[in-house]
């Protein structure tokens, strides 16, 4: 961020970046708390895990209210206007990825009493440990305004859609092999559709960074592996 002769910009402008920083932080940890409740089918993480969206939901609209505030008040232009846009576009993402974790954690809670099949797990702890390193790689690069980083992250998405492809068969295959497996399998993809949809928000917020620092955008399309065609988990909220 450049220095302004009216320091109180600066001061708009930081405020954002650690309001940013910080839902970075709790949205990170709501994912990763998620993952590890599913994996141990731990209640009391899940839980913890629904406790804190409320926090985050506020840090989002404090993010936007600051936003409008600072555009009604300094007019910003060029990167300046950027910078503020960009927060408002990266705090809904990091709000999307605290919902689908939460979403997550409502289901362990459910299966937990029930839980079966350990192998079904396997596929999606690796898709979470996949969709964890795009989020802390796409946030480093956000602090960091690492273009090439991004553009990792971005690239990468397509990697996390063919693991949710393969999820998906193995999942089928367990329900097919035994109805019993039913219910408890379909608790895991929308488990797994939950995981691949926290990574393309962090591909979002990779996009977000390419047009905060070059003001131009990445490509429409972007690389995609193979789609399993479950629906996104619509129980956040």
């Keep these: 961020m450049s220095d302004h002769t009216v320091k109180a910009y600066d001061k708009d402008l930081e405020i954002l970046a650690r309001k940013i920083a910080e839902m970075g932080g709790i949205a990170e940890k709501m994912l990763g708390d998620s993952l ?13 895990v629904v406790a804190s ?4 939901d506020g840090l989002q609209r404090e993010v936007e209210e600051k936003a409008v505030l600072t555009i009604a008040r300094r007019q910003p232009m060029a990167v300046d206007l950027r910078e503020i846009v960009s927060a408002i576009r990266i705090s809904g993402d990091l709000e999307r990825v605290g919902d689908l974790a939460k979403n997550i954690a409502k289901r362990v809670i459910k299966i937990a009493p029930e839980a079966r099949l350990p192998r079904a797990i396997i596929g999606l702890r690796h898709m979470g440990e996949l969709a964890m390193m795009q989020l802390k790689d796409v946030l480093d690069a956000y602090a960091q305004r690492d273009l090439e980083r991004s553009r990792s992250v971005w690239t990468r998405d397509a990697d996390l859609d063919a693991l949710e492809d393969s999820v ?12 019993r497996n039913i219910s408890f399998c379909t608790h895991l993809l929308f488990c797994s559709k939950n995981i691949e ?8 917020i990779a996009e977000t960074i390419h047009y905060l620092v070059t003001g131009s955008n990445l490509p429409m399309d972007r690389p995609k592996g193979p789609t399993a065609g479950v629906q996104p988990d619509a129980s956040a909220k």
């Design 36 to 48: 590890e409740a599913l994996t141990a089918f731990n209640v009391d993480l899940a839980r913890g």
């Design 197 to 204: 949809r926290a990574g393309d928000h962090a591909t979002n």
């Design 53 to 56: 969206d409320p926090r985050l």
């Design 168 to 179: 998906f068969r193995d999942l089928l295959t367990f329900m097919l092999e035994d109805p």
